[in-house]
T-cell receptor, first 115, second 114 residues
């Protein structure tokens, strides 16, 4: 059972298009992180959101944490080929759980931006 | 560079052999985590340490797997009697305390069991 569901799993778009990746769960998390991973490398942290309703912007990337802290979205404006990669959401500190250390990852969204 | 360092980057072994991976966390990070990632999936938690204490182990971590962090600095993950199903990327991450739960990952060790 996947605690964090990401959608879509695959996204292939042209340079300049906008896109949104969703990360949904039935569980409440104390924080949610977004990572980007390139083939053969480890995930690189993009952002952490901790407050319900929080919105963070990182250049062309906008991250939002749902009010109930169960879901999040990543929006990319005017995608570029350099944005190509695997995008992962990860929840930390699941409410009601006993573990406050581990991250629970979604299965990832593979984004390909064509020139 | 003061990021998380993992060694080796790639390991090819024959089924039944033992392998050991090393992780050096970011200096002064007291928490260290091991994850496993198979192709097309997100990382799955294996275990984590706070200083030298191993605080949690996933059910994914069979008795063939053992992890140590003897001095609260670097950590090793050993897999005994490797199986083809152990082929995966093994990722290490570190963080400072719990408050932020922000984990920084190493580049991983890619294990191929033939």
């Amino acid at each position: 059972t996947q605690l964090l569901e990401q959608s879509p799993q695959f996204l292939s778009i042209q340079e300049g298009e906008n896109l949104t990746v969703y990360c949904n769960s039935s569980s409440v998390f104390s924080s949610l992180q977004w990572y980007r991973q390139e083939p053969g490398e480890g995930p690189v942290l993009l952002v952490t959101v901790v407050t319900g309703g929080e919105v963070k912007k990182l250049k062309r990337l906008t991250f939002q944490f749902g009010d109930a802290r169960k879901d999040s979205s990543l929006h990319i404006t005017a995608a570029q080929p350099g944005d190509t990669g695997l995008y992962l959401c990860a929840g930390g500190g699941m409410a009601g759980g006993t573990s406050y250390g581990k991250l629970t990852f979604g299965q990832g969204t593979i984004l390909t931006v064509h020139p | 560079d003061t990021g998380v360092s993992q060694d080796p980057r790639h390991k090819i072994t024959k089924r039944g052999q033992n392998v050991t991976f090393r992780c050096d966390p970011i200096s002064e990070h007291n928490r260290l985590y091991w994850y496993r990632q198979t192709l097309g999936q997100g990382p799955e938690f294996l275990t984590y340490f706070q200083n030298e204490a191993q605080l949690e182990k996933s059910r994914l971590l069979s008795d063939r797997f053992s992890a140590e962090r003897p001095k609260g600095s670097f950590s090793t993950l050993e897999i005994q009697r490797t199986e083809q199903g152990d082929s995966a990327m093994y990722l290490c991450a570190s963080s400072l305390g719990y408050a932020s739960n922000i984990q920084y990952f190493g580049a991983g060790t890619r294990l191929s069991v033939l």
